[in-house]
């Protein structure tokens, strides 16, 4: 069975970081995309960064650009989320996702919408203080 378990998630204040961790269990992603969104309450599912396999592509959110970076261990199976300089903004939970499938595609939109994903975490909360 495939599971994917965030942490990381807490309360910090505006300026603060923090890192999240996505480890993935039951089959090995290291050829597949991973991808970070979040949601917001009253909101919809958004965006927020995607890998590649190999980890030499990345996409990310105008929002978050320049303040979060999305990496991966594959030896651990896990992808990471930095995130700097956070503000009351970010503040949602943020879930991990991946693909099964492993197919390279050209263009950020294919590893930008939620559909691509076919599993995802429980999620975890990120609550910025002002």
């Known amino acids: 069975q495939v599971q994917l378990v965030e942490s990381g998630g807490g309360l910090v204040q505006a300026g603060d970081s923090l890192r999240l961790s996505c480890a993935a269990s039951g089959r090995t992603f290291s050829r597949n995309a991973m991808g970070w969104f979040r949601q917001a309450p009253g909101k919809g599912r958004e965006f927020v960064a995607a890998i590649k396999s190999g980890g030499g592509t990345t996409y990310y959110a105008d929002s978050v650009k320049g303040r979060f970076t999305i990496s991966r261990d594959a030896a651990k199976n896990t992808v990471y989320l930095q995130m700097n300089s956070l503000k009351p903004e970010d503040t949602a939970v943020y879930y991990c996702?991946?693909?099964?499938?492993?197919?390279?595609?050209?263009?950020?939109?294919?590893?930008?919408?939620?559909?691509?994903?076919?599993?995802w975490g429980q999620g975890t909360q990120v609550t910025v203080s002002s």
């Open positions: 996702a991946a693909d099964a499938e492993g197919i390279s595609w050209s263009g950020s939109g294919y590893y930008t919408d939620y559909r691509t994903y076919d599993y």
